[in-house]
C-alpha cells in the first residue's frame, strides 16, 4: 500500500516562510513526477510547482520567485520551501505523485491527505 504523507503546513504571518515536506512510504519501484497542488476555499484545486524525477522544475506564476521544489529520490520525499508568503496563499495544500504500480505496470497518480498553510495579514 502506497502512502503520501505530508507535514509542515501552519499558520504565519505575511512576508514568513514555512517548508512543506511529503514523504512516499510503501512498495515503491518508481516514482516520476512529484508535486504540489493547493485548494483555497471556493476555489479549484490548482498546481502550485512539480519535479520531474530528473530535477527538471515547474511553477505557477502565482509563487515564481518564492516557493522552491526539491525532491530526495533516496528518500522518496518532495520539498516545497515557501517564502515571502502573502494571505493570498492560504490553502490546503496536497502532494501528488507518479508511483509505478507494479500490478498495472504503469504509473498511477497518488495524493496525500493535505495539509493547511495559513497566512495572516
Known amino acids: 500500500q502506497v502512502r503520501l504523507v505530508e507535514s509542515g503546513g501552519g499558520l504565519v504571518q505575511a512576508g514568513g516562510s514555512l517548508r512543506l515536506s511529503c514523504a512516499a512510504s510503501?512498495?515503491?519501484?518508481?516514482?516520476?513526477?512529484m508535486g504540489w497542488y493547493r485548494q483555497a476555499p471556493g476555489k479549484q484545486r490548482e498546481l502550485v510547482a512539480a519535479?520531474?524525477?530528473?530535477?527538471?522544475?515547474n511553477y505557477a506564476d502565482s509563487v515564481k520567485g518564492r516557493f522552491t521544489i526539491s525532491r530526495d529520490n533516496v528518500k522518496n520525499t518532495v520539498y516545497l520551501q515557501m517564502n515571502s508568503l502573502k494571505p493570498e496563499d492560504t490553502a490546503v495544500y496536497y502532494c501528488?505523485?507518479?508511483?509505478?504500480?507494479?500490478?498495472?505496470?504503469?504509473?498511477?497518480?497518488?495524493w496525500g491527505q493535505g495539509t493547511q498553510v495559513t497566512v495572516s495579514s
Open positions: 501528488n505523485a507518479d508511483i509505478f504500480n507494479r500490478h498495472s505496470g504503469r504509473y498511477l497518480a497518488y
Open positions: 510503501g512498495s515503491i519501484f518508481g516514482i516520476n513526477a
Open positions: 519535479i520531474t524525477s530528473g530535477g527538471s522544475t
